[in-house]
């Protein structure tokens, strides 16, 4: 699994190889998330660790940053699962719906949620999110699995009080304060190679919230597939090794049940053989 972390002593990011219960360092040789992914467009396998001789750290050892560098793109899909569009009061949409977040507003695995003061209504979204290797645009839908690097597990945990605005008649969703928010979006707990999973469309995704199941679907459920949003996304933006496409969310949310998260709330997102992205709740 590749992953960025700190060490003790020292702020600056790192890049490694976690195998078992060892992280390897390869910063030396791959400084950031990006590099080591334009190295290994097509996933990668632990025989990287021998070719780059960095230190080794115990996993307990270090602290876990989410696996995207500074600066890189962060997409998204919202209602990209029919269920979850119907709990939403949407229409299933006839063609992707995309927004952005910095990466001011994403945290690791070992980082607290954080609840604004400007909301009270903030909510889970577990979430499949792929991985960029290989520069994308104008990808077509048969040519975008060589584009995919490796995935990961997202928390896009939204603002539901902020997410909607009157623009005279019309209701527009405010993506920026409902979705971007600081250090509210847990990624991680790093990136699998696509050769451990080849296809994203054959994996079960379950949330919990304080040990209680609220999430529980399959990635097959998609009303696009990543295949479809990658050939939609490039088609106008450039993809770069090292961004993240997060797929959407199934059906289970807590905000249109009014279940909304809390101080001292823990949130499990697990995909099967991705990892587990457990964060505790706390309020800024």
């Given at each position: 699994?590749?992953?960025?972390?700190?060490?003790?002593?020292?702020?600056?990011?790192?890049?490694?190889?976690?195998?078992?219960?060892?992280?390897?360092?390869?910063?030396g040789?791959?400084?950031?998330?990006q590099?080591?992914?334009?190295?290994?467009p097509?996933?990668?396998?632990?025989?990287?660790?021998?070719?780059?001789?960095?230190?080794?750290?115990?996993?307990?050892?270090?602290?876990?940053?989410?696996?995207?560098?500074?600066?890189?793109?962060?997409?998204?899909?919202?209602?990209?699962?029919?269920?979850?569009?119907?709990?939403?009061?949407?229409?299933?949409?006839?063609?992707?719906?995309?927004?952005?977040?910095?990466?001011t507003?994403l945290?690791?695995?070992?980082?607290?949620?954080?609840?604004?003061?400007?909301?009270?209504?903030?909510?889970?979204?577990?979430?499949?999110?792929?991985?960029?290797?290989?520069?994308?645009?104008?990808?077509?839908?048969?040519?975008?699995?060589?584009?995919?690097?490796?995935?990961?597990?997202?928390?896009?945990?939204?603002?539901?009080?902020?997410?909607?605005?009157?623009?005279g008649?019309?209701?527009?969703?405010?993506?920026?304060?409902?979705?971007?928010?600081?250090?509210?979006?847990?990624?991680?707990?790093?990136?699998?190679?696509?050769?451990?999973?080849?296809?994203?469309?054959?994996?079960?995704?379950?949330?919990?919230?304080?040990?209680?199941?609220?999430?529980?679907?399959?990635?097959?459920?998609?009303?696009?597939?990543?295949?479809?949003?990658?050939?939609?996304?490039?088609?106008?933006?450039?993809?770069?090794?090292?961004?993240?496409?997060?797929?959407?969310?199934?059906?289970?949310?807590?905000?249109?049940?009014?279940?909304?998260?809390?101080?001292?709330?823990?949130?499990?997102?697990?995909?099967?053989?991705?990892?587990?992205?457990?964060?505790?709740?706390?309020?800024?």
């Amino acid at each position: 699994m590749l992953i960025r972390f700190t060490i003790e002593g020292s702020p600056l990011p790192r890049v490694g190889l976690r195998v078992g219960e060892r992280i390897h360092d390869l910063t030396g040789r791959y400084p950031t998330i990006q590099s080591f992914l334009a190295a290994h467009p097509d996933g990668w396998d632990d025989s990287v660790v021998g070719a780059t001789g960095g230190a080794a750290h115990p996993a307990g050892a270090v602290h876990l940053l989410p696996p995207a560098d500074d600066g890189a793109s962060i997409y998204l899909v919202g209602a990209n699962y029919k269920k979850h569009a119907e709990e939403a009061g949407l229409d299933v949409p006839q063609t992707p719906v995309i927004f952005m977040k910095p990466t001011t507003a994403l945290v690791g695995p070992d980082d607290p949620i954080r609840l604004p003061p400007i909301s009270s209504e903030m909510d889970y979204e577990g979430e499949l999110a792929v991985v960029i290797g290989r520069t994308a645009r104008r990808v077509s839908k048969a040519d975008a699995p060589r584009h995919i690097a490796g995935m990961t597990v997202v928390n896009d945990v939204t603002a539901r009080d902020l997410q909607w605005v009157n623009l005279g008649k019309h209701r527009i969703v405010d993506w920026l304060s409902s979705k971007a928010l600081d250090s509210s979006t847990p990624m991680g707990p790093g990136i699998v190679s696509r050769t451990n999973l080849p296809d994203p469309h054959r994996l079960h995704l379950t949330t919990d919230l304080n040990g209680e199941r609220m999430q529980d679907g399959e990635t097959s459920l998609m009303v696009f597939s990543v295949w479809d949003l990658i050939e939609f996304l490039s088609a106008r933006v450039t993809l770069r090794p090292g961004d993240v496409l997060s797929t959407g969310t199934p059906v289970g949310v807590g905000g249109f049940r009014k279940i909304f998260l809390k101080q001292g709330d823990v949130v499990r997102v697990e995909i099967a053989g991705i990892g587990v992205l457990e964060n505790q709740v706390v309020q800024d």
